[in-house]
């Protein structure tokens, strides 16, 4: 697996040598250290001042607070927490279940591939909102349930890209070497296709970042994501429109951090399928045979 | 003399990429004349085929040209784009590699050929057709009226080369180029597509540069021949002489490398080390360090030799051209006596009785099986221990299909397969384990046949590994065992593939083979895929490991003088049935199968003396589906000597009276005097 961590970051190197995708990922990583150092900082999102609430910016408050006189970028930044941290379970999830499914119904085929390809043409025919407000009205308001059906969501892209990858693989030498040695399917699966199929796999993880983030405030902006008092993006949206007419600042923040996340996310995931795809140098005719 | 149609001078060709520039092509003159075919060998990366495609005009954006290229007088470096365009439908015609990849897959073939004469104006759309099926007749396309309304997929490779070369040929251009036009192509298609381009040179007058790695083409067809070795003309001259007196010591050492057809056994003798990559000559001459006659001596690594005139009408590039005194005719050690390799007489290792493998097309709702493709249908093979058997064939005859069976990775639909006493098809999966132990493939092509993410010592470890045996087989130590066998260092073992060249990579291919110990080889066009002077290293190789270890081989190749050299006994595949088989002298010297009769006929030596007195056959058409063969004898259709009987009839495989080979055919014979007399040669409708 090593090698597969050195192309990694050979891929890295030529992806964020370019500006966009160098920004993006500046970007993140602020993000990802304001929500880390949080809490070492002092801020605190549950922390009331009755007083104080719907305020405009000030210099106590930078972004103004909310209906409960709470500061809204220390809410901003901790949403950040609830956000990515949801994304990267329920991407975790989807691919951990949606892998394995494509992986073998690519690789045997016959009645698997038929079975496990119905039930991902029956997730894809659920519109993803609709499937995760049915889960959610089974588990309830939690943020493992807002995990759950925002990764479910996302399990049939993996499925799909998985299995569209070890049928291009299947057939090739390398892979009929090792079943040549006497491999067992396990051994040629998990040890030849898979460290072979991962770049599409990643960077559909990428892409799916961002409709995950996308997903999880849409829930809370309809009211069945995360349950307060816990800070998120989609809730603090669905709040400050209530509060339009009190406080036309609120909803500022939180839809400026969610469209910037998003679009970063987008913006590497492009970046990562042009590199992958070897579009992003301008090579001709190759000068000759490779070496 | 008039001016020579095309005329290059100091030509240099630089790509500028994500590293650092690469030159393809330093410093090249040459000119051609008017009816003249010059023929330009090398390898993967001399820089070739840069150098005809900056004669085009074809070179992509990122390519730097220098230098001058002068055609039909007029300059073509740093010309407008489109002067170029003019010239490439006038004064050029082009003609490529993959005949399958030139032509548009959404127009009609007669369409395709006019549409040049049409977009420049010197053909009007109405007479196109009429046109089209003129040119197709002219590369003599059976049925042109029909074929100039169909498309691509319905042509064979070979007619679509035909179709490229019609429309390469369609504006009287005065120079054409074809850049390793028969590569792609079959021996006996290959010998129709150089006949062809041979004639249609001579009625046209045309000028031809024709690129290649393989000198027994160019002997067939080129008047003059130009060497080229990282990127520069190491010598030129006249094809007769070119072969006879080589004055470069790399053509010397090419021609003395390559296994030939009309050559005896013994040990090759090969080229060491690699073709340079471009990005990474050596200094001074870049074939120094592989070169027997510079020895080491300091003016070659310090001064790139110019192209000088070493004879009348002669030029090599080398310091010490006057010392290159070997003679180009094969003279090779003695074969080594094989009786103690070879026992005949022990029971057979591998026995292969009535193999079939069908597979079958299915269509429709219902899934129904429509048609059946017989890949390999009744196929008997025996490899006595430590014995080569060659199984020779086109492409697309099956031999592929039975390698892969025997090793049980393709069904088989019927016959049996017997290994080492044991039989083997339809074994459950553990026992099938155990025999794989015994029995390894290595594969045609070193680049795909490695994984990309492991390194090549894990590679060579991984059969060990699957089968539980690596501390048992002496773990780290037989790995390097291992690469010392297959002459690389095991230093080398914690690269990648990416990281070899294609010989190395094939090298790496045999070792994995060999790491579990195996009594058979099967090995699927070990060296097809690899340059001439590579060839001649592994075929080496794997003769001296056969004699190391008591290996035996079913060496599977298309190549007829790589079988001739490596083969005890040789088995000759068409359509899925083997047609003849025998003991490798007798098969060679007297063929009586018509198909193996015209398969030997139709291999280029590199031997411009020989390609001038040779009889040729030359079969029509091509190998038929394998989905819907011929019915009776699957080769009468392309027969010269087939009758009625052929059609209706399959001939019986049995032996020859009078010889050893075994052949199936009612019309068996050896070749009378004269040549085969049923139709005259080049009889193609």
Redesign the interface.
């Known amino acids: 697996m090593t090698e597969a961590l050195r192309s990694g970051l050979r891929v890295a190197r030529r992806v964020f040598s370019r500006p966009a995708p160098a920004a993006a990922l500046a970007y993140l990583a602020l993000l990802a250290a304001a929500a880390l150092l949080a809490v070492p900082l002092g801020l605190d999102p549950l922390s009331q001042d009755l007083v104080r609430m719907l305020e405009g910016p000030s210099r106590e408050h930078p972004f103004g607070t909310d209906e409960l006189g709470r500061d809204i970028l220390a809410r901003a930044i901790f949403g950040a927490r609830t956000s990515l941290m949801t994304a990267a379970g329920a991407v975790s999830l989807a691919a951990a279940i949606g892998v394995p499914m494509g992986l073998v119904a690519g690789f045997f085929g016959g009645w698997r591939d038929a079975v496990l390809m119905r039930v991902v043409d029956l997730m894809l025919a659920l519109p993803g909102i609709m499937l995760a407000l049915a889960l959610i009205a089974v588990l309830g308001r939690s943020q493992a349930a807002a995990l759950v059906a925002v990764g479910l969501t996302g399990v049939p892209t993996f499925a799909r890209v998985a299995r569209a990858q070890v049928l291009s693989l299947r057939r090739r030498d390398f892979v009929v070497a090792v079943e040549a040695f006497g491999a067992s399917s396990g051994y040629t699966l998990m040890r030849t296709v898979l460290p072979n199929s991962w770049s599409p796999i990643l960077t559909q993880m990428v892409v799916l970042s961002s409709v995950a983030i996308l997903l999880e405030a849409a829930l809370a902006f309809l009211g069945v994501g995360i349950p307060p008092p816990t800070p998120s993006w989609g809730e603090m949206l669905r709040t400050g429109k209530e509060y339009l007419h009190e406080s036309p600042t609120y909803a500022v923040l939180p839809g400026i951090v969610l469209t910037l996340t998003i679009l970063a996310f987008d913006t590497i995931g492009r970046a990562l399928s042009t590199v992958l795809e070897g579009r992003d140098t301008l090579i001709g005719r190759p000068v000759a045979d490779p070496p | 003399m008039p001016p020579p149609v095309l005329s290059i001078r100091s030509l240099t060709v630089t ?1 500028f ?2 590293g650092a520039p ?1 030159p ?1 092509v330093r410093g090249v003159d040459l000119d051609v004349h008017a009816g003249e075919v010059l023929g330009i060998v090398g390898e ?4 070739k ?2 150098t005809a ?1 900056a004669a085009a005009g074809l ?5 730097q040209v220098s230098g001058s290229i002068m055609l039909a007088g007029r300059e073509i470096v740093g010309a407008a784009p489109a002067l170029l365009r003019r010239m490439r439908g006038q004064e050029i015609g082009v003609v490529f590699q993959d005949p399958s990849t030139t032509l548009n897959p959404l127009l009609p073939v007669g369409r395709q050929i006019t549409e040049g004469e049409v977009a420049h104006g010197r053909l009007r759309p109405s007479e196109a057709p009429q046109r089209a099926v003129a040119l197709l007749r002219s590369v003599d396309i059976a049925d042109p009226q029909n074929r100039a309304v169909q498309y691509p997929h319905q042509f064979s490779g070979g007619m679509r080369q035909r179709a490229v070369i019609a429309m390469a040929m369609a504006g009287q251009p005065r120079l054409i180029i074809a850049d390793e036009p028969t590569t792609a192509l079959d021996v006996t298609v290959q010998a129709q597509v150089l006949d062809l381009i041979a004639r249609r040179q001579r009625e046209t007058g045309a000028a031809v540069v024709l690129i290649t790695h393989d000198l027994g083409v160019v002997a067939e067809v080129a008047h003059r021949v130009a060497v080229m070795y990282g990127g520069r003309i190491v010598e030129t001259g006249s094809v007769r002489e070119i072969f006879a007196r080589p004055h470069h010591p790399y053509t010397a050492a090419l021609l003395r490398s390559a296994p030939r057809i009309d050559a005896a056994g013994g040990r090759l003798d090969p080229i060491p080390g690699q073709p340079p ?2 990005s990474e000559l050596p200094p001074g001459c870049s074939f120094r360090p592989r070169c027997a006659v510079g020895g080491g001596r300091d003016r070659c690594a310090a001064e790139v030799p110019p192209l000088r005139p070493v004879a009348p009408d002669r030029a090599a590039a080398c310091h010490f051209a006057e010392e290159v005194r070997v003679a180009a005719s094969p003279v090779r050690s003695a074969p080594l006596p094989d009786t103690a390799r070879r026992r005949p007489d022990a029971p057979a290792l591998l026995a292969v009785e009535n193999l079939a493998v069908h597979f079958p097309i299915r269509a429709g709702l219902l899934r129904r099986v429509v048609r059946t493709v017989r890949a390999v249908d009744g196929v008997s093979l025996r490899i006595a221990p430590g014995e080569t058997l060659g199984l020779v064939g086109e492409s697309g005859c099956g031999k592929t299909t039975t390698g892969r069976a025997i ?1 049980g ?1 393709v069904l088989t639909s019927g016959g049996s397969i017997t290994f080492d006493g044991q039989r083997i098809d339809g074994l459950p999966r553990g026992a ?2 155990a025999v ?2 015994q029995m ?2 290595v ?3 070193p ?9 090549v010592g894990d590679a060579v470890a ?2 060990l590994r ?2 539980g045996l690596f501390d048992e087989m002496g773990g780290a130590r037989w790995i390097a065992t291992l690469f010392d066998m297959v002459g690389l260092s095991v230093s080398v073992a914690n690269r ?1 593939p ?1 990281e070899f ?1 294609g010989g190395q990579k094939q090298r790496i291919g045999i070792a ?1 083979a060999l790491a ?1 110990r195996p009594k058979l080889l099967i090995l699927d066009e070990p060296v097809a895929s690899l340059d001439v002077s590579i060839q001649a290293q592994i075929v080496n190789l794997l003769e001296d490991l056969q004699r190391e270890l008591g290996l035996a081989y079913l060496f599977i190749a298309h190549d007829l003088s790589v079988v001739k050299h490596v083969s005890d006994r040789v088995a000759v595949m068409y359509l899925g049935r083997i047609v003849e088989e025998g003991e490798k002298a007798e098969l060679y010297r007297t063929p009586v199968h018509p198909y193996t009769q015209a398969l030997l006929s139709a291999v280029p030596a590199p031997d411009a003396t020989a390609a001038g007195m040779r009889r040729r056959i030359i079969l029509e058409g091509e190998l038929p589906d394998p989905a819907a063969p011929p019915a009776g004898c699957h080769f009468h259709p392309r027969c010269f000597r087939a009758s009625d009987r052929c059609a209706t009839e399959a001939p019986r495989f049995e032996r020859h009276p009078g010889l050893a080979s075994f052949r199936a055919c009612h019309h068996a014979g050896p070749l009378a005097a004269g040549g085969p007399s049923a139709r005259p040669e080049a009889a193609v409708p």
């Open positions: 790509f990429g994500s690469v393809a993967s990366g001399s820089g085929s840069v495609l070179l992509p954006q990122n390519a990559t471009p090793m990775l099938m384990r794989r132990r390894q493939y594969f045609q092509d680049f795909s046949s490695l994984n990309p993410m492991l390194t991984e059969p699957i089968h990648l990416r060249s994995r579990l």
